[in-house]
């Protein structure tokens, strides 16, 4: 019954590495996000995707590569992740393109060591 | 540039007090102002919105005041309650752009027994 879930919850992973963050929503949005969180709570936008088609890149490191297949779904994909990656990821979703607010997942807590 | 500035960083108070948060917004183009409640290892959840058509919106215990000549607008908790300790986020976005939701910095707010 989730609305916007998110997997994994925590992720501890070295310097160096590729991992991949899953998020999936089942209210029907047409647009997903990516927010990252850091350790003073500040919420940024990284990416948008309405229906399938990225709207919005906030001048995101090239290392991360968003993916939506189809519009329920927005992965995130990090290669050769550093230090400052670390932080709690979000994932959101909207309809009306964040017209009426956005729902947010659990959050991913990317540890990098 | 923080285009949505809220205050204070945090805030205690006592069980059945006020607590009042302000945040002000530079960009006129917004015209959606939502309030987000964050409980500690969760994600933000919308608790109440305004457009700024409207100069107050109530809901239950929560009321927003909206000053669209001063670019401000602020969040009020009537008869606050310990389990409405969380940390609260004001955001801004506009309608006629690509979905952005542009957020405060955050406030902690803890109330206490």
């Known amino acids: 019954d989730t609305a916007v879930s998110q997997t994994p919850k925590y992720l501890v992973t070295q310097m160096g590495n590729d991992k991949s963050i899953k998020c999936e929503q089942n209210?029907?949005?047409?647009?997903m996000y990516w927010y990252k969180q850091d350790s003073k709570k500040f919420l940024k936008i990284m990416f948008s995707?309405?229906?399938?088609?990225?709207?919005i890149n906030e001048t995101v490191p090239n290392r991360f590569s968003p993916k939506s297949p189809d519009k329920a779904h927005l992965n995130l994909h990090i290669n050769s992740l550093e230090l400052g990656d670390s932080a709690v990821y979000f994932c959101?979703?909207?309809?009306?393109?964040?017209?009426?607010?956005?729902?947010f997942g659990q959050g991913t807590r990317l540890t990098v060591v | 540039q923080q285009q949505v500035k809220q205050s204070p960083q945090s805030l205690i108070v006592q069980k059945g007090g006020i607590p009042i948060i302000n945040c002000a917004y530079e960009n006129t183009a917004f015209d959606y102002f939502p309030w987000y409640q964050q409980f500690p290892g969760k994600g933000p959840a919308l608790l109440i919105a305004?457009?700024?058509?409207?100069s107050e919106k109530k809901e239950g215990r929560f009321t927003i005041s909206f000053n669209k000549s001063a670019k401000q607008f602020s969040l009020h908790i009537m008869d606050s309650q310990p389990g409405d300790s969380a940390t609260y986020f004001c955001a801004a976005s506009k309608s006629s752009s690509a979905s952005k939701i542009i957020f405060g910095s955050g406030t902690r707010l803890s109330i206490r027994p």
């Open positions: 959101a979703s909207s309809q009306d393109r964040g017209r009426a607010g956005a729902f």
């Open positions: 209210l029907g949005h047409d647009t």
């Open positions: 995707y309405n229906n399938k088609e990225l709207i």
């Open positions: 305004i457009r700024p058509d409207v």
